[in-house]
């Protein structure tokens, strides 16, 4: 049903969103100890180009995260958009409207 779907999406964000905040709080820790490592006391280039890596591999994985999300809360549906688009549904087909009402209707 519609509400499975939606409640569906919304454990999916949910994850999401946790999984990103995980991720932020790394990078912040990641950093400061990139910052640590670059420091003159503590000459380590393996550890600076671990840690440039293990960087480079979270950002890549929180924008995957925030192109996910975009997708799933723009194509989230709730009851009225599907009720409105039903009601209109000759109307928007007559108009050529492109958007959440054409999904439901497909």
Known sequence: TLAQARRKAEDQIDRLKAERAGLQAQLRNQHAELSRLRSPSHPSAP???EGQDVIRDNERRVTEIDDELATLERDLLDEAEVASALACRGVCGALGVSD???KVLR
């Open 47 to 49: 550890q600076i180009v």
């Open 100 to 102: 959440k009402r054409d």
